[in-house]
Every structure is written in C-alpha cells, then in structure tokens.
C-alpha cells in the first residue's frame, strides 16, 4: 500500500512475536544489555523477514522546490504562529490546559530556534513571540508534578490519536486522574512522551532567555526520567535518552550523560538493524523512526570529542537511520510532518560525511513543509510549528558541516 512494503503477520508470526516482545519487556525491566539484546534477536526470529516493517503504510507527499532566505522563511513562520490556534489565548496570558506538553513544546522550541532571525527580520513580532514562550513554559513549570515529571492532560475525546491509550489508564488506574492531568506513571513507560518534549522546551527556554525558573523546571524533569526504568517501548526510552543528553549539554552534570549513554547502549541501540529501522513494526512506524534517531544525533553531539568509541556507534546509528528515511522519502515522497526535517538538518550538521542524497532529500521535506504551510488563503503551520522553523537550516545548511564530528 502507498508504495510500501508493510508488517503483514501470519496468526502463527504473530503468536510468536507476541510471545518474543513479553520476553522483550521483562528484559528490560532488568536493565541487562545481554539479556536485552537476546530478547530482541528473539523478536527479529519471530518477525523474519518483516523485521524493521512498519505496522501502518502512510502516503507520500511531494513538491516542488521552494527555497527560501532567512526573511523569507522567518515571515512565513511568524504569519503561521499568528494564525494558530492557540496564539490568541497564549498572547493574552492565557494557557490552554488541554494542550500537551508536546504541543506547547513543539511552539516553545520553534520560537527559541527562530528568535535571533525574528529580531533581525520581524522585529516588530519579538513581543508577541515572547509571550508565547512566557506563558507556555510558565504553565508547563505551573503543572509539574512534586516527582519532577510534566503529566498529560485530559484530552480524550479531544486528540484521537492518544485518546484509547489514556482511557485504559484511567480505567486500570482512576487515582491516576486528578485536576484534569493523568498524574500517574504508566507501567508502558509513555509518561516519558510529555515529560521528555515539555523538559527539552524548558531547557531551550532557559538557555534562550536566561531564565531560571525555566532551567529548574528542566532540570527537575530530566532528574525524574533518571528514576525511571527502561520500557520495551524503544522510542519511550529515546525521550528520556534525549532530554537527559540536553541536560548534561546545558550542565556539564556527567550523570545525565552517563545515564543517556547507558540508555542508548541498553534500552535503545539493541533494537536498530542494519537497515537502519527499529526491529519491531510500531518503532518501525516513520514518526517513532525519526524520534529514535533524534535520540542518537542529540547524545552524540552531547558526548565528549575523546569518548571516540561512543561518538562513532552513535554516527553509525545515524547514518542507517537517516539512510533509511531519504529511500523512502525518494520512494513514495515526505511521510513525517513531525520530526523528519529537523532530523534531516540536524545531520547535515553533525556527519562530515552524509549521505550523498541527503541534500536533495532536505530539500524535498522543506519544500513540502512550505507548501503545506501555504496551501490556504492565509499561511499555517501544516507541519509541526518546530519543523516550519527548520525551514530557515533547510535552506541555510550544507552536509559536510560537523559539529565536533570526529
């Protein structure tokens, strides 16, 4: 379907794989990496050859190209932040309780990515941006639990895609609800979600504006996922993973590094194949691919130029995974709207030698990203306001360019 090869289980592989991913969990309840790494070569046995397929096709999205200058770029952000749903409630000091923390840090970090190009070609807009960023992460320091992690709030009914997963919680779990945020910790690990993308926006904040109630707030949630075990969920353990990474980079605190690294080495990179996708079809799933991937280019730009053992698994693991995105992204077009460009820029970044299609391949997501931005009679996000913002490094990044790459 859609031009992709996707997970398509016999009863009996089935049988088999859900045998092979409860063998997964209880190996990673003990953090081992030997018995984590058995665990999933028993799943790639019971998948075969559907191992690293996606669970669900997606269509491709393709556009012409469409570069942009920085003005360019950050006039169209500003008209879309405008245009958002939530900046009118935000520019008056007013949060919006049923927004996650994924959302509101989806804007945060947008604004903290673009602020110095808002000053230079908007500057008029800087307010307005402020503001949002104020009150979002005023009200992500307002709702963070005594434990230190940033909850989800109530939206079921309200965002389909998460609505069954918290109904099930509420249902295993009625304590779990209190005050409109789901304040318990899911046995699954998915408390990870919001608490990782509120904490790395707090962060981004703190270091954008000084400001230090923000780093604090951070700070406190990267301290809760150091309590919190590795789940079978590969993508729920990289969020941890990755604030933990922006933790030590905004510290020096060589626990949140130690941690990352131990929770990429087991909980994490076992489950990475040569093909560069996660072994099991929901991490094989484009969105949760890119999240994973993310993962391993934020610890390898945190990790030390001397850890050169760390630093080239880690660019291996990126590159397969990058690798893998731009053959499908050439095959059936732009899949992700989430996380994919910010992905691709980020390697041109860090890979002194990426892949030769990459460059085409960012150009290709920037270019679907404005034309989903631009296709109504007024400009809008269309993709992730983080991504738009990516729109300006799309067009300004050049592979080749590490940051400390060795």
Known sequence: MFGQRVYHPTPAMQTAYEKARRRLEAAMQTGDEARVTDAVSAVRS??????????????????????????????????????????????????VRSLEPRAYASLVMAVCALRDAIARHQPADLPLADTIVRVSCDFLAGIQQPDGHLP???????????????????????????????????????????????????????????????????????????????????????FSLTLCARAYA????????????????VCVAPGQLNSGRWVDPHNAKTVYH????????????????????????LVRA????????????????????????????????????????LRPTIELAASVAYAKATRGAAPTFGVQP?????????????????????
């Open 250 to 265: 905004a510290t020096q605190d060589r626990t949140y590094l130690d941690f990352a690294l131990a929770r990429w080495r």
């Open 386 to 406: 983080l991504e738009l913002a990516f729109l300006r490094d799309a067009w300004q990044s050049r592979p080749g360019v590490p940051v400390d790459a060795k």
């Open 290 to 313: 890119l999240i994973l991937v993310r993962a391993a280019q934020e610890l390898f730009a945190a990790t030390p130029a001397t850890e050169t053992a760390a630093r080239a698994q």
């Open 46 to 95: 019971a998948l075969g050859v559907q191992a690293g397929l996606s669970e669900m096709p997606l269509p491709g999205t393709r556009a012409d190209p469409h570069p942009l200058t920085e003005a360019e770029a950050t006039g169209l952000f500003m008209s879309a932040l405008k245009n958002h749903p939530t900046s009118a409630a935000l520019a008056t000091g007013t949060a």
């Open 318 to 357: 990126t590159r397969l995974g990058v690798t893998s995105v731009i053959a499908e992204f050439s095959s059936v077009g732009v899949t992700n709207f989430s996380y994919a460009l910010g992905v691709l820029v980020r390697q041109a970044q860090i890979d002194p030698r990426p892949d030769a299609q």
């Open 152 to 238: 989800t709030p109530d939206v079921r009914g309200m965002n389909a895609s998460i609505t069954d997963h918290l109904q099930g919680e509420a249902d295993r779990n009625p304590a779990s609800l209190k005050d409109g945020f789901f304040i318990g910790i899911p046995a699954d690990g998915s408390a990870q979600f919001d608490n990782g993308e509120g904490g790395l926006a707090l962060l981004a904040a703190a270091a954008t504006y000084g400001n230090p109630k923000w780093r604090a707030a951070g700070l406190r949630a990267a301290d809760w996922t150091l309590t919190q075990p590795c789940v079978r969920n590969f993508n729920y353990n990289a």
